[in-house]
């Protein structure tokens, strides 16, 4: 069974246990006499929207691209900072929603003490001995009914008496009661923000549970069930006594059934989404008898333990089903966790590669549902991103910076070179409308999303312009990365980046051949792309074997950045593979290796991505020394990344990687185990989706494929890779065939 355990209550919030239904978080604590439990609601966002367009961009544009042109980069930069910078600079933060208080009685002498967070049912469980009596506290966050629900219990009668309250410092407006057994906190986040509501309700057996002032009561219970539920009116415009009304009336509906009975329905709702995938690896069962926490400890003195692979995987699609579900809003920096007001980067959606990583697992691990949020703040973007591509660029279509919130910014972000005046946002985030297409083929989807993508390429229509006979982004960067020029001066503002072009090519062929599937009739702007298409700059290998980052051979002012921006190609892209690119592959593998050597993966999330790299790289060996490295010094006692501080990108990034690992898929061919390293000797994974729209299950014994079964939703026309073989196969819709290499 994956589970997470330890044997002591959690003393900081990076040890403590997520529990999510995709709109709202938990973080359980699991203290014995006092237990706190940080809770967040998805749209708990300071402040409402704001028109941050800078209007003095547009009339400065053409002057700051010839500084550029012409090398002199400090006037270009002090132009931007003065005229492209956000007005203000930054976008409001997500917020925690606040902490239930649940203070306990007649606590003492505790033995036995036991947490755990089972990924399999999505359910966290404390228990303890006090005084002969065995406690315990089951918690999950039920999806279809909308509400945390607690159960305490105690194998001897009338044991259960506590005090709980709801705090959230002093951004609150008030405290009230619910009813008789409840209590609620409520609030506005600010001009322009949402009003918030949340509450908590108790129902006893065998004792007496009352709202008394501000806190819910519990004396003398032998059983107590606890629900809480909470809301904003970011959607509906509701004001703070309707909201009251909707969470109280979903927290009683919930009463009205058996704890048995609601976690029989949670646990149906989510493995329906979890357990379509199933990974094992042979050996891992022996590890599962050491705490969570001595394993990672054992990890940093790299004693092997390949059950943390296992473990890390299902993390991260646990951490997705729970933070991100269809009809909610996206994973943010920090999913759905955050118990700050102003947390680190205000925990917004950063678009420059964190965000994107936040969903590459989607499609391979079988979440499709779960990438639906993405999409919808994509859409919500659009109209913001018409503004700001007329407002500062004059430009047709829609454009994003490096960051956007929950209104669907996408005004330039901070006032940092390296990051804040990069236009490639929106582009990077249509590429996923396509991956998605490419796993399900769903036509439908395909139509909603290709007028979306054809503005973000509208744009670039619009922006792009001419040097040395390619048409390139100015002004232009690699996401957060400098260069030094021979005088010692360091720069950021640069033309054309490797990675601009990278995106631009997924982008403009993605648009052509989503115009050729639907026969698209906005034939002028198939035109202008596929000539936008031939006059982009190719990937191009520097003097030194590496792949170049900018237009020009610069040196790196850090050699070990953690942004490995130029190898978009490689990863998430298909513009480099082994087979078909060798020499950039090749190129592809010196830049990490240069990477790596000047303390480059020192960040969770960019160890993910190298890992993915390596992956694709075909290259397994390395891939899970990165794994084994990200584990060492990049996983917090509750296994959520470490930036740090936590980002949850990390999470889901190493998931994504050891499926790609195992199994990679283009619209051409699927390759079987093309970096499956050494330590994971005998195995299976099932249930993974390939591209076509199709599954895939494999078995392989000593390193060797044993079984391989797919399963086609849509005829499959493909042919498989395994080591030196090659076979074509033809599956019609509904076929399911066993095959052997």
Known sequence: MSSLWYKEPAKVWEEALPLGNGRIGAMIFGGVEQERIQVNEESIWYGGPVDRNNPDAKAHLEEIRQHIFEGRLKEAQRLMNLTMSGCPDSMHPYQTLGDINIYSSGIEDVENYKRSLNLEEAVCLVEFDSRSVHFKREMFLSYPKDCLVIRFTADKSSQISFQANLSRGRYFDGINKLGENGICLYGNLGRGGSDFVMGIKAWAKGGVASAVGGNLCVQGADEVLLTFCAASSFRNKKKCDELLREIEEKMN??????????????????????????????????????????????????????????????????????????????????????????????????????????????????????????????????????????????????????????????????????????????????????????????????????????????????????????????????????????????????????????????????????????????????????????????????SDGRIMEWMEEYEECEPGHRHISHLYGLHPSEQITVDNTPKLAEAARKTLETRLKNGGGHTGWSRAWIINHYAKLWDGEIAYHNIEQMLASSIYPNLFDRHPPFQIDGNFGVTAAIAEMLVQSTAERIILLPALPVAWTTGSVKGLRIKGNAEISLKWEEHKLTECTIHAYEKLHTRIIYRNKTMKIILEKGEEKNMML
């Open 253 to 542: 509906n919930a009463a009205m059934l058996t704890y048995e009975e609601l976690f029989e329905e949670h646990k149906e709702d989510y493995r329906t989404l979890f357990a379509r995938v199933e990974f094992q690896l042979d050996g891992v069962e022996k590890f599962d008898v050491i705490p969570t926490n001595e394993r990672i400890e054992r990890a940093a003195k790299e004693t092997p333990d390949i059950g943390l692979s296992k473990m890390l995987f299902d993390y991260g699609r646990y951490l997705l089903i729970s933070c991100s579900r269809p009809g909610g809003l996206p994973a943010t920096l920090q999913g759905i966790w955050n118990q700050d007001f102003t947390p680190p980067w205000e925990s917004k959606y950063t678009i420059n590669i964190n965000t994107e990583m936040n969903y590459w697992l989607a499609e391979s691990c079988n979440l499709s549902e779960c990438h639906m949020p993405l999409f919808d703040l994509l859409e919500r973007m659009v109209e913001n991103g018409r503004r700001t591509a007329e407002k500062m660029y004059g430009c047709r279509g829609f454009v994003a910076h490096h960051n956007t919130d929950i209104h669907g910014d996408t005004a330039p972000q901070d006032t940092w070179y390296p990051a804040t005046y990069w236009v490639m946002g929106a582009a990077w985030l249509c590429t996923h409308l396509w991956t998605h297409y490419e796993y399900t083929l769903d036509r439908e989807f395909l139509e909603r999303s290709y007028p979306i993508m054809c503005e973000a390429a509208l744009f670039f229509i619009d922006f792009l312009v001419e040097k040395d006979g390619y048409l390139v982004t100015c002004p232009s960067l690699s996401p957060e990365n400098t260069y030094c020029l021979p005088n010692g001066e360091m720069g950021a503002v640069s033309y054309g980046a490797t990675m601009d072009n990278q995106i631009l090519r997924d982008l403009f062929s993605q648009c052509l051949a989503a115009g050729k599937i639907l026969q698209a009739t906005n034939s002028a702007f198939l035109e202008k792309a596929e000539y936008v298409l031939q006059k982009l700059l190719p990937t191009r290998i520097g």
